[in-house]
């Protein structure tokens, strides 16, 4: 083979290489694992001195891959233990997805530009504590259009 050919190899297994960009949240498997009893999302909030956890993206059904985005605010000069954020789908038995979103959590959040699910709905729990200890929650929707 020559060089050229060589080259092209190459340059058309980079360009494959773009295409799987999207990182997997929820696979198949998980998808099809039966809801937990009683769950439900709850976004409300009393008067806590706790983190606060709001969901930016996204805020109505979308396609995957999606850009899923949470904000993360720490009160009286407390500060976001990174270390303690928890990602759940909840389901039975539970998923633990704080492993895949790892890479995405920063002081102000989580922002995974291409999270990949299947088609459906997932209830999903996120908990995070402050450098005082305090814990804050928030449990929402993600619908995935087809």
Known sequence: MT???????????????????ATPLITDDEARLPPPKGAISANTRGILRGPKVEVISPNEAAHSPLRLQLKFE???????????????????????????????????????PDAELPPGEYLVRVDVKDSDGRPGSVSFMLRVSP
Do not use: C, H
């Open 74 to 112: 720490s009160f009286g000069g407390a500060r976001i233990d990174i270390e303690s954020v928890k990602v759940l789908y909840l389901r039975t038995p539970n998923v633990d997805l704080t492993a895949r979103v790892k890479p995405f959590i920063q002081a102000g959040g989580i922002d995974m």
């Open 3 to 21: 060089k050229w050919m060589w080259l092209g190899i190459f340059a058309a297994g980079l360009l494959d290489l773009g295409t799987v960009g």
